[in-house]
């Protein structure tokens, strides 16, 4: 099973135009961003080139977005710079004992990313997938952040995080 998932995540990767490498899967990072809604985290953050996952979740009395993100594709003041200019980024929380970086990226930073950090409930999860014919996929986490970034601003864009095979389960049946 786990190589039929990391299969579908380099089939992915490859129709997202990215090149794929072992470092798709182990060489994340995570932060999460404070912000006014996390819907709109998940969807903003997901579209930023080097975030590969993203999950909605509570943190020191926010909505939060936690990003695994990959520090070979995006530099962290690159990352929180795009997340501020698309408007969610009001705190950022690093994971305990992360490398003192904080002076670099120009946020406040809120409490730490560690076991206070709940995930929100699945149903307000990938929130722009709901109602969609996306929604019935069996998708990696890599591909629902993606699918729920693009979906509903730029669905061609989407439509490349999917295999074959998934396109085929989309299509009308005759």
Known sequence: MKAILLSILLATT???????????????QRIAFSQFCFWTG????????????????????????????LPTSISLPDLV???????????????????????SVGLKEGAPLDRSYQPAPASDQKKQLEGT??????????????????????????????????RSQLQPSR
């Open 14 to 28: 490859v129709l997202a135009g990215e090149k794929p490498s072992a470092e798709s899967k182990n060489a994340t």
């Open 42 to 69: 998940e969807m903003k953050l997901g579209q930023i080139d080097g975030v590969v996952r993203t999950e909605a979740g509570f943190l020191d009395g926010h909505e939060v977005t936690v990003v695994d993100y």
């Open 81 to 103: 710079r795009q997340a501020k200019a698309a408007g969610v980024a009001d705190r950022i929380h690093f994971q305990a004992g992360a490398p003192s970086i904080r002076t």
């Open 133 to 166: 014919p996306l929604a019935r996929l069996a998708l990696t986490p890599e591909q629902a952040t993606k699918l729920n970034a693009f979906y509903r601003v730029d669905p061609a864009k989407a439509a490349r995080w999917l295999t074959p095979a998934q």
